[in-house]
Protein backbone atom coordinates (compact mmCIF):
# COMPACT_ATOMS: atom_id res chain seq x y z
CA UNK A 1 0.00 0.00 0.00
CA UNK A 2 1.49 3.48 -0.87
CA UNK A 3 1.44 5.55 1.88
CA UNK A 4 2.84 9.73 1.34
CA UNK A 5 3.55 11.74 4.40
CA UNK A 6 4.11 15.56 4.13
CA UNK A 7 6.60 17.39 6.37
CA UNK A 8 8.29 20.92 6.72
CA UNK A 9 4.94 22.82 7.13
CA UNK A 10 4.70 25.57 10.07
CA UNK A 11 4.11 29.07 11.00
CA UNK A 12 6.02 32.04 8.79
CA UNK A 13 5.88 35.84 8.43
CA UNK A 14 4.38 37.17 4.99
CA UNK A 15 7.80 36.72 3.14
CA UNK A 16 9.70 34.08 4.50
CA UNK A 17 10.16 30.63 2.74
CA UNK A 18 9.49 27.24 3.88
CA UNK A 19 10.15 23.63 2.28
CA UNK A 20 7.63 21.00 1.91
CA UNK A 21 8.48 17.85 1.27
CA UNK A 22 6.33 14.45 1.03
CA UNK A 23 8.10 11.11 1.04
CA UNK A 24 6.69 8.01 -0.62
CA UNK A 25 6.95 4.53 0.86
CA UNK A 26 6.99 1.30 -1.47
CA UNK A 27 6.57 3.90 -4.17
CA UNK A 28 8.55 5.56 -7.09
CA UNK A 29 7.10 8.62 -8.39
CA UNK A 30 9.56 8.02 -11.84
CA UNK A 31 6.86 8.81 -15.12
CA UNK A 32 3.91 9.11 -12.46
CA UNK A 33 2.01 12.66 -11.99
CA UNK A 34 2.72 14.20 -9.01
CA UNK A 35 1.48 17.60 -7.64
CA UNK A 36 0.69 19.81 -4.64
CA UNK A 37 -2.79 20.96 -3.81
CA UNK A 38 -3.49 23.05 -0.71
CA UNK A 39 -7.14 23.68 1.10
CA UNK A 40 -7.43 26.90 2.57
CA UNK A 41 -10.08 27.18 5.51
CA UNK A 42 -13.77 27.67 3.75
CA UNK A 43 -12.25 27.31 0.21
CA UNK A 44 -12.54 24.21 -2.39
CA UNK A 45 -8.63 22.40 -2.84
CA UNK A 46 -7.11 24.00 -5.34
CA UNK A 47 -4.09 22.68 -7.91
CA UNK A 48 -0.95 24.79 -6.46
CA UNK A 49 1.90 22.91 -8.81
CA UNK A 50 2.53 19.54 -10.55
CA UNK A 51 4.73 17.55 -12.44
CA UNK A 52 3.65 15.51 -15.52
CA UNK A 53 4.55 12.27 -16.74
CA UNK A 54 7.46 13.93 -18.81
CA UNK A 55 9.13 16.00 -15.81
CA UNK A 56 7.66 18.96 -17.11
CA UNK A 57 6.46 21.37 -14.33
CA UNK A 58 3.21 23.27 -13.81
CA UNK A 59 1.81 26.14 -11.41
CA UNK A 60 -0.86 28.08 -10.71
CA UNK A 61 -0.86 31.23 -11.71
CA UNK A 62 -0.65 32.44 -7.75
CA UNK A 63 2.31 30.97 -7.16
CA UNK A 64 4.22 31.33 -10.65
CA UNK A 65 7.42 32.57 -9.62
CA UNK A 66 7.32 32.03 -5.79
CA UNK A 67 7.04 28.04 -5.17
CA UNK A 68 9.56 25.55 -6.87
CA UNK A 69 8.16 21.80 -7.23
CA UNK A 70 10.62 19.30 -7.44
CA UNK A 71 11.60 15.79 -6.61
CA UNK A 72 15.09 13.98 -5.99
CA UNK A 73 17.13 11.61 -7.99
CA UNK A 74 15.71 8.61 -6.33
CA UNK A 75 12.20 9.58 -6.98
CA UNK A 76 10.80 8.75 -3.76
CA UNK A 77 10.35 12.11 -2.70
CA UNK A 78 8.76 14.91 -3.64
CA UNK A 79 9.51 18.76 -2.72
CA UNK A 80 7.38 22.09 -2.82
CA UNK A 81 10.04 25.01 -2.39
CA UNK A 82 7.82 28.32 -1.41
CA UNK A 83 9.49 31.65 -1.11
CA UNK A 84 8.03 34.96 -0.43
CA UNK A 85 4.73 33.54 0.86
CA UNK A 86 2.08 35.69 1.46
CA UNK A 87 -1.07 35.19 4.20
CA UNK A 88 -2.83 33.94 1.46
CA UNK A 89 -0.81 31.23 0.91
CA UNK A 90 -1.95 30.19 4.07
CA UNK A 91 -3.65 26.54 3.97
CA UNK A 92 -3.04 23.25 4.38
CA UNK A 93 -1.06 21.19 1.65
CA UNK A 94 -1.20 17.69 0.32
CA UNK A 95 0.33 15.71 -1.89
CA UNK A 96 -0.66 13.55 -4.46
CA UNK A 97 0.28 11.43 -7.03
CA UNK A 98 -0.45 8.54 -9.24
CA UNK A 99 -1.13 7.22 -12.97
CA UNK A 100 0.05 9.18 -16.15
CA UNK A 101 -0.64 12.51 -16.74
CA UNK A 102 0.66 15.04 -19.57
CA UNK A 103 0.09 18.94 -19.18
CA UNK A 104 -1.06 20.71 -16.88
CA UNK A 105 -3.48 18.11 -15.53
CA UNK A 106 -4.20 19.29 -12.31
CA UNK A 107 -8.18 17.43 -12.64
CA UNK A 108 -6.23 14.28 -13.07
CA UNK A 109 -7.58 11.51 -10.73
CA UNK A 110 -4.92 11.34 -8.48
CA UNK A 111 -5.02 7.82 -6.56
CA UNK A 112 -2.91 8.54 -3.72
CA UNK A 113 -3.25 11.59 -1.58
CA UNK A 114 -1.20 12.40 2.10
CA UNK A 115 -2.41 13.30 5.15
CA UNK A 116 -1.90 17.03 4.36
CA UNK A 117 0.18 19.23 6.08
CA UNK A 118 -0.26 22.97 8.12
CA UNK A 119 1.56 26.32 6.43
CA UNK A 120 0.20 29.75 8.05
CA UNK A 121 1.59 33.03 6.73
CA UNK A 122 0.99 35.42 8.97
CA UNK A 123 1.14 39.58 7.50
Known amino acids: QVHLVESGGGSVQSGGSLRLSCAAS????????IAWWRQAPGMVREGVALIDSTDKVFYADSVKGRFTISKDSTEHTLYLQMDNLLPEDTAMYYC?????????????????WGQGIRVTVSS
Open 26 to 33: AYSFSKMC
Open 96 to 112: AAGGNCYGASFTHPFNY
